[in-house]
């Protein structure tokens, strides 16, 4: 039972490069979401996808783009990484947005960019 | 959302009780009360939910005050693997509350 499995766990990046970030689960999750960890700071919402095929907006897109590729799947894409962009990244499912469910959280993706 | 205030830090000795406490003062009709905890170098693990009934699971017990303004997460028995950081987040159902907001949250130190 792996719950959501992230890939890679460590990448470091130039500045100006680009890289998709990986989230699968095996749970048969509708809604999937990422996350970013800064130090001191709690975990802030990138994008969320309520289900198969929807996408939206978390509260700090900007410099991110995101596919969900079908169920199982949610992708975290940086187009041209900046310094600002170094993180600890987390991909989170849950069986749907109400506020009834919990989410369950991937072991996450340290991000470096130099 | 609602704010919830929890302590900063909180130590238990190994095999005894804890009792973790939050204050949600401002807390709506419809925001459910969730806890999840975050271990070193790990993602967040989801502890428990409830609405306004105590709630029981494997991992915890939710005690949810009576007027809902104050929640306690308790852990039966502390072990050393209960070490983490604790976050008490308010989720309103009446909107979409799917970003959850993580605070500081409260450090549990568990010692032998």
């Known amino acids: 039972n792996a719950g959501v499995t992230q890939t890679p766990k460590f990448q470091v990046l130039k500045t100006g490069q680009s890289m998709t970030l990986q989230c699968a689960q095996d749970?048969?999750?509708?809604?999937m979401y990422w996350y970013r960890q800064d130090p001191g700071m709690g975990l802030r919402l990138i994008y969320y996808?309520?289900?198969?095929?929807?996408?939206d907006k978390g509260e700090v897109p900007n410099g991110y783009n995101v596919s969900r590729l079908n169920k199982r799947e949610f992708s975290l894409r940086l187009e041209s990484a900046a310094p600002s962009q170094t993180s600890v990244y987390f991909c989170?499912?849950?069986?749907?947005?109400?506020?009834?469910?919990?989410?369950?959280f991937g072991s996450g993706t340290r991000l470096t960019v130099v | 959302d609602a704010k919830t205030t929890q302590p900063n830090s909180m130590e238990s000795n190994e095999e005894e009780p804890v009792h973790l406490p939050c204050n949600h003062s401002?807390?709506?009709?419809?925001?459910?009360i969730h806890w999840y905890r975050q271990l070193p170098s790990q993602g967040p693990e989801y502890v428990i939910h409830?609405?306004?009934s105590n709630v029981n699971n494997r991992m915890a017990s939710l005690a949810i005050a009576e007027d809902r303004k104050s929640s306690t997460l308790i852990l039966h028995r502390a072990t050393l693997r209960d070490a983490a950081v604790y976050y008490c987040?308010?989720?309103?159902?009446?909107?979409?509350?799917?970003?959850?907001?993580f605070g500081k949250g409260t450090s549990l130190l568990v010692t032998p």
């Open positions: 996808s309520a289900s198969e095929g929807t996408t």
């Open positions: 401002t807390i709506s009709g419809t925001d459910y």
């Open positions: 749970m048969n999750h509708n809604s």
């Open positions: 987040i308010l989720r309103d159902s009446s909107n979409s509350g799917y970003a959850l907001n």
């Open positions: 409830g609405l306004t």
């Open positions: 989170a499912s849950s069986e749907g947005l109400s506020a009834n469910y919990g989410y369950t």
